[in-house]
């Protein structure tokens, strides 16, 4: 474990931030309002918006409750509809009703920013961080007494949870301004998984969403709403809940919060790395970015860094439910469910205990951290072109001598921003023996079979399911040629046992780690030892891992 | 929106003085003063004192020099017109001197390839993926720290430009200030300009037309008519689309006047270097014998080649392309290649929308 970057959890900036909740809250609301009425100017726009926010909200309440929402939300929602009603600017004076509107914002807003802000207690983080490390030092311990014995007792937790990359340089860079991490998603423990790499590693704490479902549990209620996670509720797709939500986001990033963003929005579905971003939460970086320039002098304007995280599991928790979520979108019609999916049943506790328990690990792999404008960065956070030289960034928000902010410009910069990043994912993606083997196995029954469309693939009889094993392995070892030749050339990075082992190793540990985990093995060797699978959707979103780099041709 | 533009108080710059780069300078000169960058000292001499560059007169707003750190330091809006072969360099060389609030509009129609040392793109065991090729906007975003690039495209014959004859021409950016400083610094009374976002789509349109002028060239060599140049001009299109999608590009552009528009211009202009390739190639000279009497390789011979490897890694059929190539780097008699054309079966009509 690296020693704390900050020594004191109470100096942090997450702490810090959290002592000015007030500020913070009403600048999210004050600076929501305002967005809001810029991009809806008139009196009709502002009261179409707020119908239109109040009708989605009743079809919420009445469809999906959840046990987290407070008690006073129809009661709250009936008088939003009832004020509504009786500012009707046909009924009375325009600038009374404008009134009356710009209260109704407020209000909703206030209601909504006062949910999502999260809260941070040092010595609950303090707690949490004794609890979990004695948590995974027990799980080890349990195994050493145990039987299998196939690791030496000196592996540690360090061997299990591997942070890679500039890791010293994202510890300097914390300390020079404002750290914005945006990992790919797989799971709903990214978030917990980083934030102990993060914490292992010495970063002070980060600010993170999770999804409001997840605060229906009492304890993670308990441990997350204390430890820096606000709160984002994916039913609420009206507009002003997500201008709220920006507003938040860009007032703690302006008040220097470190803070892990998941740019694809939701959890990748068929398990690729995600290659499509949701540029919303990005665009309040940019902009926080603007406003630092527009409010300090050039020298002094705090800098904020972009680092993208891509991480490495050999299973993931969900992947079942994942992948027939993907399956019943991307197929609609064509694909019918024939078989129950698999229950996740086994739950966090399973994940835990297999990852930290059994021969496997976890890789959370950092890119070069960059500038919002996908600059490289010196030691100090200075930006650099490619030759080195000093860029001032602060010329990309000025026209003509003219610093101001044009939308239009920025969102373009964003864009440019997500391009940098999923760059980074594919770059930085460490490739475990278990992708390889999952991605080699769906490719050759894909070519076997060639069936027009994947759903049909995935209703395949078990007997058509064999690959003969020689041609497994030789496939195996044309796609690892091409992943070295990919790794000379920077594109992709290979996990330690990928380099170190034998093909006929690298190929049986691929198969044990992907199969811990699922009650169907997705791929396993038949009595005469040629490969097959007892979940061709489970191969499928593990074989997606590798998509994107043209390994296909080697198949 | 136009009172403010980029040349009211700073003047724009012109890199590059080749025909084209003479045009765009009097065209920009016209709204405002033009700092234009020769590499050659002789050129700007000669600009400066006898005011005429490529048989074209120069005009009182432009004042050339070799300096570029002088342009860089003075202009905020920079269009570069130097051919895609050195590009790159010309770039490289202009990195050290650019900012982040320099924007540029180029003008160049063709492509940046990435190669092994010792190839080059007429070669022919290279394999060619659409990741290899780089428009030039990309040329720029990857060797200069500028970001709001755009670039200038369509039917802009540079000669019919130098006489003043009225055209229209579309300029390409994902950012709204590119396009509208680009369009108050250029629009004038023999210049209407249109706006595009998809920058990609319209630099491919500009690049990959050329392989259908030599075609073009070809068949006016052969003393065709207009119903088979109709007909090229069509299936070219068709042709051109379905290779630009396979590269990631959408197809709105290439009915617009940087597609279509630029596509009729040089399929029809019997001046320009393509054409005549085509027509010297229809007359019974071989590729050879026609790049050692030329002072630089045609465009289209480079856009065959590239069109062609595409077209074999990709999958896509292109009859054309295959058979201009075979025309071209395979000996194969030009009206041998038309008579195969004329027996393709082509299959339904407009399939490429």
Same mark, same amino acid.
């Given at each position: 474990m690296l020693k704390s970057v900050i020594p004191r959890i109470k100096d942090w900036p997450i702490n810090l931030i959290a002592q000015k909740r007030d500020k913070i809250l009403q600048e999210t609301i004050s600076e929501a309002v305002l967005e809001f009425n810029k991009a809806h100017p008139t009196l009709s726009q502002l009261r179409d918006q707020l119908q239109k926010t109040l009708y989605l909200e009743h079809i919420r309440l009445r469809s999906e409750a959840w046990e987290v929402d407070p008690?006073?939300?129809?009661?709250?929602?009936?008088?939003?509809?009832?004020?509504?009603?009786?500012?009707?600017?046909?009924?009375?004076?325009?600038?009374?009703?404008?009134?009356?509107?710009?209260?109704?914002?407020?209000?909703?807003?206030?209601?909504?920013?006062?949910?999502?802000?999260?809260?941070?207690?040092?010595?609950?983080?303090?707690?949490?961080?004794?609890?979990?490390?004695?948590?995974?030092?027990?799980?080890?311990?349990?195994?050493?007494?145990?039987?299998?014995?196939?690791?030496?007792?000196?592996?540690?937790?360090?061997?299990?949870?591997?942070?890679?990359?500039?890791?010293?340089?994202?510890?300097?860079?914390?300390?020079?301004g404002t750290v914005i991490l945006v990992?790919?998603?797989?799971?709903?423990?990214?978030?917990?998984?980083?934030?102990f790499g993060m914490d292992y590693i010495g970063m002070p704490a980060f600010q993170y969403g999770a999804g409001l479902n997840l605060f229906n549990s009492k304890i993670f209620s308990f441990f997350a709403g204390n430890l820096g996670a606000y709160k984002l509720d994916r039913r609420k797709k009206n507009p002003i809940y997500l201008e709220t939500l920006k507003s938040y986001s860009k007032t703690n990033v302006l008040a220097g919060a470190h803070t892990i963003f998941f740019p694809g929005g939701t959890r990748s579905?068929?398990?690729?790395?995600?290659?499509?971003?949701?540029?919303?939460?990005?665009?309040?970086?940019?902009?926080?970015?603007?406003?630092?320039?527009?409010?300090?002098?050039?020298n002094l304007a705090p800098k904020i860094f972009v680092v993208p995280l891509t991480i490495s599991y050999h299973f993931v928790l969900e992947a079942s439910s994942l992948i027939e979520d993907q399956l019943r979108r991307t197929g609609k019609e064509q694909y019918l469910v024939y078989d129950k999916p698999q229950v996740a049943g086994k739950g966090i506790w399973k994940f835990f205990w297999e990852t930290f328990s059994k021969s496997t690990d976890i890789t959370l792999s950092l890119s070069e951290p960059m500038d919002v404008f996908g600059n490289s960065l010196d030691e100090d956070g200075n930006s650099i072109d490619k030759l080195g030289n000093p860029v001032e960034i602060r010329s990309y928000f000025i026209n003509k001598g003219q610093l101001k902010a044009d939308d239009q410009r920025e969102m373009i910069y964003t864009q440019m921003l997500g391009d940098k990043i999923i760059?980074?994912?594919?770059?930085?993606?460490?490739?475990?023996?278990?992708?390889?083997?999952?991605?080699?196995?769906?490719?050759?029954?894909?070519?076997?079979?060639?069936?027009?469309?994947?759903?049909?693939?995935?209703?395949?009889?078990?007997?058509?399911?064999?690959?003969?094993?020689d041609t497994f392995k030789t496939s195996v070892k044309r796609v690892i040629d091409e992943l070295y030749v990919l790794n000379n050339k920077e594109q992709i990075k290979l996990s330690p046992m990928m380099t170190t082992k034998e093909l006929d190793e690298i190929i049986e540990l691929g198969i044990t780690n992907v199969c811990i985990y699922h009650t169907n093995l997705p791929i396993l060797r038949t009595k005469e030892g040629n490969i097959t699978s007892e979940d061709l959707k489970l191969l499928y979103y593990y074989h997606n891992r590798l998509i994107g780099y043209g390994l296909h041709k080697c198949i | 929106?136009?009172?403010?533009?980029?040349?009211?108080?700073?003047?724009?710059?012109?890199?590059?003085?080749?025909?084209?780069?003479?045009?765009?300078?009097?065209?920009?000169?016209?709204?405002?003063?033009?700092?234009?960058?020769?590499?050659?000292?002789?050129?700007?001499?000669?600009?400066?004192?006898?005011?005429?560059?490529?048989?074209?007169?120069?005009?009182?707003?432009?004042?050339?020099?070799?300096?570029?750190?002088?342009?860089?330091?003075?202009?905020?809006?920079?269009?570069?017109?130097?051919?895609?072969?050195?590009?790159?360099?010309?770039?490289?060389?202009?990195?050290?001197?650019?900012?982040?609030?320099?924007?540029?509009?180029?003008?160049?129609?063709?492509?940046?390839?990435?190669?092994?040392?010792?190839?080059?793109?007429?070669?022919?065991?290279?394999?060619?993926?659409?990741?290899?090729?780089?428009?030039?906007?990309?040329?720029?975003?990857?060797?200069?720290?500028?970001? %709001?690039?755009?670039?200038?495209?369509?039917?802009?014959?540079?000669?019919?430009?130098?006489?003043?004859?009225?055209?229209a021409t579309v300029i390409a950016s994902k950012f709204e200030e590119v396009i509208r400083e680009g369009e108050s610094a250029i629009r004038s009374k023999r210049l209407q300009v249109y706006s595009n976002h998809d920058i990609y789509a319209v630099e491919l349109a500009g690049v990959l037309k050329n392989s259908m002028a030599l075609a073009a060239g070809a068949l006016g060599g052969l003393?065709?008519?207009?119903?088979?140049?109709?007909?090229?001009?069509?299936?070219?299109?068709?042709?051109?689309? %379905?290779?630009?999608?396979?590269?990631?590009?959408?197809?709105?552009?290439?009915?617009?006047?940087?597609?279509?528009?630029?596509?009729?211009?040089?399929?029809?202009?019997?001046?320009?270097?393509?054409?005549?390739?085509?027509?010297?190639?229809?007359?019974?000279?071989?590729?050879?014998?026609?790049?050692?009497?030329?002072?630089e390789v045609a465009e289209g011979i480079k856009t065959v080649s590239i069109s062609k490897k595409l077209a074999d890694s990709t999958g896509i059929k292109l009859p054309i392309i295959q058979y201009i190539y075979k025309a071209l780097f395979e000996g194969l008699n030009v009206e041998e290649a038309l008579r195969y054309l004329m027996e393709y079966r082509w299959g339904y009509d407009a399939d490429y929308m």
């Amino acid at each position: 474990m690296l020693k704390s970057v900050i020594p004191r959890i109470k100096d942090w900036p997450i702490n810090l931030i959290a002592q000015k909740r007030d500020k913070i809250l009403q600048e999210t609301i004050s600076e929501a309002v305002l967005e809001f009425n810029k991009a809806h100017p008139t009196l009709s726009q502002l009261r179409d918006q707020l119908q239109k926010t109040l009708y989605l909200e009743h079809i919420r309440l009445r469809s999906e409750a959840w046990e987290v929402d407070p008690e006073d939300e129809k009661e709250f929602w009936g008088k939003v509809k009832k004020r509504l009603l009786q500012a009707d600017p046909a009924h009375m004076d325009e600038d009374i009703s404008k009134e009356q509107h710009q209260e109704l914002l407020q209000d909703i807003m206030s209601r909504y920013a006062n949910e999502i802000i999260g809260h941070f207690n040092p010595n609950m983080f303090w707690f949490a961080r004794q609890l979990l490390v004695r948590v995974f030092a027990r799980l080890f311990n349990s195994h050493f007494g145990g039987f299998k014995g196939i690791f030496n007792p000196q592996e540690k937790l360090k061997d299990k949870l591997i942070v890679a990359g500039p890791v010293e340089k994202l510890r300097n860079l914390s300390l020079k301004g404002t750290v914005i991490l945006v990992p790919t998603h797989f799971s709903n423990l990214d978030s917990a998984i980083i934030g102990f790499g993060m914490d292992y590693i010495g970063m002070p704490a980060f600010q993170y969403g999770a999804g409001l479902n997840l605060f229906n549990s009492k304890i993670f209620s308990f441990f997350a709403g204390n430890l820096g996670a606000y709160k984002l509720d994916r039913r609420k797709k009206n507009p002003i809940y997500l201008e709220t939500l920006k507003s938040y986001s860009k007032t703690n990033v302006l008040a220097g919060a470190h803070t892990i963003f998941f740019p694809g929005g939701t959890r990748s579905r068929a398990g690729n790395i995600e290659t499509e971003l949701k540029l919303g939460l990005l665009g309040t970086v940019m902009e926080a970015q603007r406003i630092h320039f527009e409010k300090n002098p050039a020298n002094l304007a705090p800098k904020i860094f972009v680092v993208p995280l891509t991480i490495s599991y050999h299973f993931v928790l969900e992947a079942s439910s994942l992948i027939e979520d993907q399956l019943r979108r991307t197929g609609k019609e064509q694909y019918l469910v024939y078989d129950k999916p698999q229950v996740a049943g086994k739950g966090i506790w399973k994940f835990f205990w297999e990852t930290f328990s059994k021969s496997t690990d976890i890789t959370l792999s950092l890119s070069e951290p960059m500038d919002v404008f996908g600059n490289s960065l010196d030691e100090d956070g200075n930006s650099i072109d490619k030759l080195g030289n000093p860029v001032e960034i602060r010329s990309y928000f000025i026209n003509k001598g003219q610093l101001k902010a044009d939308d239009q410009r920025e969102m373009i910069y964003t864009q440019m921003l997500g391009d940098k990043i999923i760059e980074g994912f594919f770059k930085n993606n460490v490739v475990y023996s278990s992708h390889v083997v999952s991605f080699v196995a769906f490719e050759l029954l894909k070519k076997k079979l060639d069936y027009p469309d994947l759903f049909t693939l995935m209703r395949t009889s078990d007997e058509d399911r064999e690959i003969d094993w020689d041609t497994f392995k030789t496939s195996v070892k044309r796609v690892i040629d091409e992943l070295y030749v990919l790794n000379n050339k920077e594109q992709i990075k290979l996990s330690p046992m990928m380099t170190t082992k034998e093909l006929d190793e690298i190929i049986e540990l691929g198969i044990t780690n992907v199969c811990i985990y699922h009650t169907n093995l997705p791929i396993l060797r038949t009595k005469e030892g040629n490969i097959t699978s007892e979940d061709l959707k489970l191969l499928y979103y593990y074989h997606n891992r590798l998509i994107g780099y043209g390994l296909h041709k080697c198949i | 929106m136009g009172s403010t533009s980029a040349s009211d108080k700073h003047p724009v710059g012109v890199i590059g003085a080749g025909s084209f780069g003479t045009a765009v300078a009097n065209l920009l000169a016209e709204n405002g003063e033009v700092l234009f960058y020769s590499r050659r000292q002789e050129a700007v001499d000669i600009i400066n004192t006898k005011r005429t560059n490529n048989g074209q007169t120069i005009h009182p707003n432009i004042r050339a020099t070799s300096d570029l750190q002088e342009i860089t330091n003075n202009c905020y809006l920079l269009f570069p017109s130097v051919s895609s072969d050195s590009f790159r360099q010309v770039m490289q060389g202009m990195a050290p001197f650019l900012r982040p609030d320099h924007m540029m509009i180029h003008c160049t129609k063709g492509f940046d390839i990435k190669l092994e040392p010792g190839k080059t793109i007429l070669d022919k065991d290279i394999i060619l993926k659409p990741s290899d090729i780089y428009t030039m906007s990309k040329v720029i975003l990857e060797e200069t720290c500028v970001k %709001r690039v755009g670039c200038m495209s369509g039917p802009n014959l540079a000669r019919e430009i130098a006489n003043q004859h009225p055209a229209a021409t579309v300029i390409a950016s994902k950012f709204e200030e590119v396009i509208r400083e680009g369009e108050s610094a250029i629009r004038s009374k023999r210049l209407q300009v249109y706006s595009n976002h998809d920058i990609y789509a319209v630099e491919l349109a500009g690049v990959l037309k050329n392989s259908m002028a030599l075609a073009a060239g070809a068949l006016g060599g052969l003393g065709y008519g207009q119903n088979a140049m109709a007909f090229l001009i069509t299936r070219g299109l068709g042709e051109i689309i %379905r290779l630009a999608t396979a590269m990631g590009a959408d197809r709105q552009a290439f009915l617009g006047l940087a597609g279509i528009g630029d596509l009729v211009a040089t399929c029809t202009s019997p001046m320009s270097r393509n054409y005549t390739v085509g027509a010297r190639l229809a007359k019974g000279e071989t590729l050879q014998q026609i790049i050692d009497t030329s002072s630089e390789v045609a465009e289209g011979i480079k856009t065959v080649s590239i069109s062609k490897k595409l077209a074999d890694s990709t999958g896509i059929k292109l009859p054309i392309i295959q058979y201009i190539y075979k025309a071209l780097f395979e000996g194969l008699n030009v009206e041998e290649a038309l008579r195969y054309l004329m027996e393709y079966r082509w299959g339904y009509d407009a399939d490429y929308m």
